[in-house]
């Protein structure tokens, strides 16, 4: 059993920048692949970014390659998301995933979720 905790989500103007946390407890964290998802208002949840389990790959949507990173600290249990050159359309509750047997970008492959955390982008 893996709990995640999300924080780090605040309102930032266009062109900011914001760094999310994913807190994980459980000791099986470090053996699972790790993913962010959002869901904007009136939209469906999408994918954002994932790493596997040794932080060496990542994965990002073509929405967000070049401006957002995420990456992984082991000996922190911690997942975090550094999202720079924020638009208006990043608006949207930021959730962690965990628990994908496989590196996958489709939501419903992960089994652990947080509660999500708000990212608002003033234009």
């Known amino acids: 059993q893996v709990q995640l905790v999300e924080s780090g989500g605040g309102l930032v103007q266009a062109g900011g920048s914001l760094r999310l946390s994913c807190a994980a407890s459980?000791?099986?964290?470090?053996?699972?692949?790790m993913g962010w998802f959002r869901r904007a208002p009136g939209k469906e949840r999408e994918f954002v970014a994932l790493?596997?389990?040794?932080?060496?790959?990542?994965y990002y949507a073509d929405s967000v390659k070049g401006r957002f990173t995420i990456s992984r600290d082991h000996a922190k249990n911690t997942v975090s998301l550094q999202m720079n050159s924020l638009k208006y359309e990043d608006t949207a509750v930021y959730y962690c995933?965990?628990?994908?047997?496989?590196?996958?970008?489709?939501?419903?492959?992960?089994?652990?979720w947080g509660q999500g955390t708000q990212v608002t982008v003033s234009s």
């Open positions: 995933a965990a628990g994908a047997r496989i590196l996958t970008t489709n939501a419903h492959d992960y089994d652990y």
């Open positions: 459980g000791r099986t964290f470090s053996s699972y692949a």
């Open positions: 790493i596997d389990v040794s932080g060496a790959y990542t």
